[in-house]
């Protein structure tokens, strides 16, 4: 049911922006950018039941879950530079939007560093 | 939640447009523009504790 709602208000949103488009582009940016933060507002509590069950699997799993943290912390950084690189795009600032996605993959490449060490020392050891 | 934030943005921005273009021909373009900022500064304060919410709860959830 969730699932139709957020669809439908994406519509009423869409229809609204783009009648304001022609009189005033600046506020049916701010309307797409504010639907926008509405629908993750709304898919947040999604993402807190699947990180409390991400938790209950670390207590199965017991040790060997700190690089877990990583990944949480790079799926977060994916979920926010895409969000903003969007909103660039709708603006139409393309250019503006990469380097935003840019951005973020060298922070993720950069926050991966430790695993990729660990690794390379683990078959050291061998 | 809050879905009547996008029908007052929607209006406001009706409004302003309505209220720019009475004021362009009646001659005082001024003041139109001057309707249309006062829109958009209205605008931006509704919508920016919302996004202040939003980024805040993303930078705990995933302790970023």
């Known amino acids: 049911m969730e699932l139709v709602k957020v669809a439908i208000f994406g519509i009423a949103t869409v229809l609204l922006a783009v009648e304001l488009k022609g009189h005033k582009p600046v506020l049916s940016l701010i309307l797409g950018m504010s639907g926008a933060i509405l629908i993750m507002m709304f898919s947040l509590d999604k993402i807190l039941k699947v990180m409390e069950q991400i938790q209950t699997v670390f207590h199965l799993l017991g040790q060997g879950t700190s690089y877990f943290m990583i990944l949480i912390k790079v799926l977060g950084v994916t979920y926010l530079c895409q969000f903003s690189s969007g909103i660039c795009r709708d603006a139409g600032f393309g250019n503006l939007a990469e380097q935003i996605q840019v951005f973020g993959k060298l922070y993720i490449m950069l926050s991966g560093m430790p695993i990729l060490l660990a690794f390379i020392e683990m078959i050291q050891n061998l | ?64």
């Open chain 2, 1 to 64: 939640m809050s879905v009547g934030l996008i029908f007052k943005i929607a209006a406001v921005g009706i409004l302003v447009t309505v209220l720019s273009q009475v004021l362009k021909h009646s001659g005082r373009d001024e003041h139109a523009f001057l309707a249309s900022l006062a829109g958009l500064i209205l605008v931006l304060s509704w919508i920016v504790p919302y996004i202040l919410e939003l980024f805040e709860t993303i930078r705990k959830l995933f302790e970023l």
